[in-house]
């Protein structure tokens, strides 16, 4: 079946650097798109969201493109911080309601 | 503005036996949705509630059931436990059903 997925397991980024994370969708058919993060021992947390009939959206510090045509989603962290290092997932809205989750990346922000 | 609460936080059940997970959801959401997140995985989408009514299912077998009450609190049930259902089990809510989910801390369920 059609599903999300993730370029990079994992990514390790100098404090103060910019971070891109990657996700790969399969489903044409989405049409809402979710980044979260979760950290350790606690649930998903929202970061930031896009709707098909946008390209790009920018929240603070945080940036999310999507490009329909190669079915790509990414993330942008501006300045990426120590308090930055959790999984990121990226999620596309199934018809059924199924927010469907990648496998996620783990940001790893060194000093 | 009290977010989205779940409990236990932490459950050890024997296979065979069954497990009731409680969820209350933020204040003003109408919509519950409940995941499994495997160690190392995504969260995988369980079903979802709406006004007490089941309004979309994953890929998951009937024993996993649900209920959503009148004050748009959750429970996920589980019958017949098998080692494969240990996991975290995630509970979100949301003020609509296609909006960001907002998610509680989970339960922790280990099967033995």
């Known amino acids: 079946g059609e599903s999300v997925g993730l370029h990079l397991p994992t990514l390790s980024v100098q404090e103060g650097d910019n971070s891109i994370i990657n996700c790969a969708y399969s489903?044409?058919?989405?049409?809402?798109f979710i980044w979260y993060k979760q950290e350790s021992g606690k649930g998903p947390q929202f970061i930031i969201d896009?709707?098909?009939?946008?390209d790009k959206r920018q929240g603070q510090r945080v940036t999310v493109l999507l490009n329909k045509t190669v079915k790509h989603l990414s993330l942008q962290i501006a300045a990426t911080q120590p308090g930055d290092s959790a999984v990121y997932f990226c999620?596309?809205?199934?018809?059924?309601?199924?927010?469907?989750f990648g496998a996620g990346t783990r940001l790893t922000v060194k000093p | 503005e009290t977010g989205v609460t779940q409990s236990p936080t932490h459950l050890i059940k024997t296979r065979g036996q069954q497990v009731t997970l409680r969820c209350s959801s933020q204040s003003g959401h109408n919509t519950v949705s409940w995941y499994q997140q495997a160690l190392g995985q995504g969260p995988q989408f369980i079903f979802q509630?709406?006004?007490?009514?089941?309004?979309g299912r994953g890929n998951f077998p009937p024993r996993f059931s649900g209920l959503q009450f009148p004050n748009y609190s959750s429970e996920l049930n589980v019958n017949a436990l098998e080692l494969d259902d240990s996991a975290l089990y995630l509970c979100?809510?949301?003020?609509?059903?296609?909006?960001?989910?907002?998610f509680g801390n989970g339960t922790r369920l280990t099967v033995t």
């Open positions: 999620a596309e809205n199934q018809d059924n309601n199924d927010m469907r």
């Open positions: 979100a809510s949301s003020p609509t059903v296609v909006s960001p989910l907002h």
């Open positions: 509630y709406y006004r007490e009514e089941e309004n």
């Open positions: 489903n044409s058919a989405s049409d809402y």
């Open positions: 896009i709707r098909s009939n946008m």
